[in-house]
């Protein structure tokens, strides 16, 4: 006789872990990337809210051991990078010349130990039901987006960079976790919606004028076509790439400012810009000038607009040629992780982190709060689909035994 009964009811604790589960992924994938659409202040809530309910439900939770993934994720090389550029930033607060700076870091450095936290906490394996989520909160935040820019007619500039405007934001979202979720998509034979999906993401992203989300989302694909079939060796390529670009851009800076003493051309302005500054600045470039200095000088008028705004500058000024290290070793130990993954999702992370780099590079990100939180959501939803249970049709149920489908994990 066959056994079409569920999984048992009688642990509750269970059923309200997977309700918690499915509770925040939801609030981090679908409501999180609707919301800040239409105020840009939510996503500060949200983001919290919804690892609340991953820790909540993994503290519920039989199954795994939570704790012990989570201490392997802290053991992983680009979370030990992570923490010494955490590290050196506090550090670096002793001899910052503002008082802002210190309780931005405390923010920064409470999202980023919650983010991680929600991520190492995850069931090693995670529900098709929950990993749908990741793509059609991805969808239907780009159709959103699409409708409302029709209406609005939102307008950026170049120099508008330090306060972007939430559909600005919202597009460098989708332009982050859109490759996660058409990985969730492809790996699974549903091309056709992937492809669809990046589309939608993409004429998104073009109507909202969302800065420097554009050159993301191609370098992304340019990364995505090179990786896919031999996503080990491009991954250390990428990995070597991303670093050289982090230690050699003051090189290339210095050499613009050389170049062009006097007025450097249009896309060269910044660049040659900061390298009058490394000139002036001598060996204190190596130091660096303290946690969020570079956005405060700007803000305060000690720096003109024509001061670069990207990570890259950022982390050089504030934080020196340790920092830098830092963060090579994060960017390339995130790019050889994303790697290992399973051939199929690997190009489309590759793309994900190339996206995220080429954001850095060219601003407005730098270490602004939000863009911060946007970049944890994105690192949640890379955990989420790398610990996927991808299958391209169900289970045939056998005929003619009694026992009961498997559980699956939560």
Request: proline share 7%.
């Amino acid at each position: 006789m066959i056994n079409l009964s569920r999984r048992p009811a009688d642990d509750p604790a269970e059923e309200a872990a997977r309700l918690l589960l499915r509770l925040g992924v939801f609030m981090l994938f679908v409501i999180s990337l609707l919301a800040p659409i239409l105020a840009r202040q939510t996503v500060y809530i949200l983001l919290p809210v919804g690892a609340a309910l991953l820790l909540a439900s993994a503290g519920l939770s039989n199954n795994g051991r939570p704790s012990g993934s989570l201490r392997a994720l802290v053991a992983s090389p680009p979370v030990w990078a992570a923490l010494l550029l955490g590290l050196w930033a506090g550090v670096s607060l002793i001899w910052t010349p503002f008082e802002g700076p210190a309780e931005r870091f405390a923010k920064a450095a409470a999202t980023m130990a919650l983010v991680a936290a929600a991520a190492g906490v995850m069931p090693l394996r995670t529900k098709t039901s929950n990993l749908n989520l990741l793509p059609i909160g991805v969808g239907v935040a780009a159709v959103a987006l699409a409708a409302i820019t029709l209406l609005a007619a939102p307008k950026y500039t170049v120099e508008d960079i330090l306060d972007v405007g939430p559909l600005g934001r919202a597009g460098l979202g989708l332009a982050l976790l859109v490759w996660p979720a058409m990985g969730a998509l492809a790996v699974r034979g549903r091309w056709i919606m992937a492809g669809a999906l990046g589309l939608a993401t993409y004429f998104a992203c073009i109507l909202a004028n969302a800065p420097n989300a554009l050159p993301a989302l191609l370098g992304g694909a340019l990364v995505f076509a090179v990786s896919f079939g031999r996503a080990h060796r491009a991954s250390a390529a990428l990995a070597g790439f991303m670093a050289a670009v982090v230690l050699l851009a003051p090189v290339v800076a210095l050499s613009a400012h050389f170049i062009w003493p006097e007025r450097a051309p249009d896309f060269f302005r910044h660049l040659a810009f900061w390298g009058h500054m490394i000139a002036a600045d001598g060996p204190r470039t190596l130091l660096g000038h303290g946690f969020g200095s570079a956005t405060w000088s700007v803000l305060q008028g000690y720096l003109p607009p024509a001061t670069p705004r990207s990570l890259i500058f950022q982390i050089w000024f504030d934080l020196g040629a340790l920092g830098a290290a830092a963060l090579a070793l994060v960017l390339a130990r995130a790019s050889l992780e994303v790697g290992q993954s399973r051939p199929a999702l690997a190009p489309f992370l590759l793309g994900g982190v190339a996206a995220g780099f080429v954001i850095c590079l060219l601003g407005p990100a730098a270490e602004q709060l939000w863009w911060l939180t946007l970049a944890g959501l994105d690192a949640i939803a890379f955990a989420l689909v790398m610990r996927g249970q991808f299958r391209k049709r169900r289970p045939v149920l056998p005929i003619g035994f009694g026992v009961a489908p498997a559980d699956d994990a939560a």
